[in-house]
Every structure is written in structure tokens, then in C-alpha cells.
């Protein structure tokens, strides 16, 4: 099956660091990958559309400046969360869809998340 | 705006027993509907998705109905089992915005022996 790999699993770092967040699809082509935000018993909040090629889409109230996105080829996306403060810290997941294989009805397959604490 | 809902927030139940859980959308022009769990501390794990057309996806003990047009599903887990304890979300993508997902606050499920 379908499987996306997310890198780190965990980062504790000082505030004003800058992190960077790794998504993979390890067995498909993916041209759109989608990251989410999660807090502590809350449900999962769409941050941007990461589209292979192109400049990312972002959700209506979230900072482009502080939520870099990078999606060079078609098997990796990138999150940096620059000059992070404590109120950065959060559970970020990212997900991505073989669309090749089937379009909007395959199912999205989710990374293991990334928790950040920000010190 | 589509809004998800997820009823009961936290369910306990003991090994053996079939439970069902429900999941409520506000806007009906869905093009489908995503079950997911997830283990706490990690990532989503895709159950059954269910097309706008379809009205029952089925995986082993998971059943998922739709019922588009009164904005429900429901998720039927049988013969529970410890293993099964997680917290489950609902999602669903909306025609004209097909990629994005639109998550449910989850229902978190305890099996107990």
C-alpha cells in the first residue's frame, strides 16, 4: 500500500530556530501533498496545498512567511517552520495522494506526524 | 463553510461488543467521505472511504454507510477488541475543492478487557 514517510519525529529546539519538516511518498508519485496541523485533542487543521512545481496554497490564516513550503519533485515536500516560538509547538502531519492511480477517490495516506516543542 | 461533527467525543466499551460510531456534515455536496484512526502520538491511518454514489464501504469488521443527502455516516466496528482502541476521525472533500479534507473532532475509543 501506499505509504509516506515524515521526518523528524520529534524536534525540541530553542526559540527564533528555524525547522524543517521532511514528507515522502515512498511508493508513489505525488504531485499535491497537504499539510495539517493538529493540537492537543483537536482535530486535524488543513495549513497548505504543497503542489509539485509550483508555489504552495495556503489557508486563510496562515503566515506563507513563517510556513515555508517546498515541493521540488514529485516525491518530497518540505515544511520549515522559520524563527519558531513557543506558540509554534504542535503536532504537523502531512499527507499526500497517489492521484496518479485513481484520482480524488484514492484515499489520502498520512506521515507519522512531527511533534515540535519549542523551548 | 462544511462543518464535521463527531458524536459521542469519547466512548468506552468492554471486548466483544459492536459499537457504531457517527459523523455529521453540514454541507451535502461531498464528492466522498474518509474513516481514518489514529494512535496517540501518531499519524492517520485511512479505514474505508466512501464515494458520494456509494452508500456502504466494508473492511473486515469496519462497515461505513453514507447517507449523503441528510449529511450523516456512521462507522459499525464489530466484535470490538482492545487492539481497536484509538481515536477515529471522519473527513470529507466537497466538489470543487476535491483534494482538501475537512476533518471531524474524532471520537476516542477505549476497549477495555
Known amino acids: 500500500g501506499a505509504v509516506v514517510s515524515q521526518h523528524p519525529s520529534r524536534v525540541i529546539c530553542k526559540s527564533g530556530t528555524s525547522v524543517k519538516i521532511e514528507c515522502r511518498s515512498l511508493?508513489?508519485?505525488?504531485?499535491?501533498m497537504f499539510w495539517y496541523r493538529q493540537f492537543p485533542k483537536k482535530s486535524l487543521m488543513l495549513m497548505a496545498t504543497s503542489n509539485e512545481g509550483s508555489k504552495a496554497t495556503y489557508e486563510q490564516g496562515v503566515e506563507k512567511d513563517k510556513f515555508l513550503i517546498n515541493h521540488a519533485s514529485l516525491t518530497l515536500s518540505t515544511l520549515t517552520v522559520t524563527s519558531a516560538h513557543p506558540e509554534d509547538s504542535s503536532f504537523y502531519i502531512c499527507?499526500?495522494?497517489?492521484?496518479?492511480?485513481?484520482?480524488?477517490?484514492?484515499?489520502?495516506?498520512f506521515g507519522d506526524g512531527t511533534r515540535l516543542s519549542i523551548l | 463553510k462544511q462543518e464535521v461533527t463527531q458524536i459521542p467525543a469519547a466512548l468506552s466499551v468492554p471486548e466483544g461488543e459492536n459499537l457504531v460510531l457517527n459523523c455529521s456534515f453540514t454541507d451535502s455536496a461531498i464528492y466522498n467521505l474518509q474513516w481514518f484512526r489514529q494512535d496517540p502520538g501518531k499519524g492517520l491511518t485511512s479505514l474505508l472511504l466512501i464515494q458520494s454514489s456509494q452508500r456502504e464501504q466494508t473492511s473486515g469488521r469496519l462497515n461505513a454507510s453514507l447517507d449523503k443527502s441528510s449529511g450523516r455516516s456512521t462507522l459499525y466496528i464489530a466484535a470490538s477488541q482492545p487492539g481497536d482502541s484509538a481515536t477515529y476521525l471522519c473527513a470529507v472533500s466537497n466538489t470543487g475543492t476535491a483534494s482538501k479534507l475537512t476533518f471531524g473532532t474524532g471520537t476516542r475509543l477505549q476497549v477495555t478487557l
Open positions: 499527507s499526500a495522494r497517489d492521484f496518479v492511480s485513481g484520482g480524488f477517490n484514492q484515499p489520502q495516506h
Open positions: 511508493d508513489f508519485q505525488a504531485t499535491t
